[in-house]
C-alpha cells in the first residue's frame, strides 16, 4: 500500500532551522511530483515547496531563499530543509505525492517559537 510518512518536526526558536524528511513507496516515488505543504491553526492548507521527477523544484514567495526541497530516488524519500525560520512557519507540515488530489502523509508539527 502506498503511503508517506513525515519525520523531523519540532520546536525551534526564530532563525533556526529544521529538515523534514518524507519516506515514501518506492513503486510511487518514481512517478510522482513531490511536495511539502502546510497548514497553520485556522488557515487552509498552502502549497511550500513541490519538486518534480527532473529535481525541478518551485517554492512559495514565502519561503523562497529559507527553504530547500530536494529528493533522494534511490531511498525514496523527499527533504525539506528550513532555515531562518519564522514565527508565522508555525504549522503542520505535510508530505505530498502528486498533487491535492494523490497521496498525504499523517503531518509533522512544526513550532517557531522564543
Known amino acids: 500500500q502506498a503511503q508517506l510518512v513525515e519525520s523531523g518536526g519540532g520546536l525551534v526558536q526564530p532563525g533556526g532551522s529544521l529538515r523534514l524528511s518524507c519516506q515514501a513507496s518506492k513503486t510511487y516515488f518514481h512517478i510522482a511530483i513531490m511536495g511539502w505543504y502546510r497548514q497553520a491553526p485556522g488557515k487552509e492548507r498552502e502549497v511550500v515547496a513541490t519538486?518534480?521527477?527532473?529535481?525541478?523544484?518551485n517554492y512559495a514567495d514565502y519561503v523562497k531563499g529559507r527553504f530547500t526541497i530536494s529528493r533522494d530516488t534511490n531511498k525514496a524519500t523527499v527533504s525539506l530543509q528550513m532555515d531562518d525560520l519564522k514565527f508565522e512557519d508555525t504549522a503542520v507540515y505535510y508530505c505530498?505525492?502528486?498533487?491535492?488530489?494523490?497521496?498525504w502523509g499523517r503531518g509533522t508539527q512544526v513550532t517557531v517559537s522564543p
Open positions: 505530498n505525492a502528486a498533487g491535492p488530489d494523490g497521496l
Open positions: 519538486i518534480n521527477a527532473h529535481n525541478i523544484a
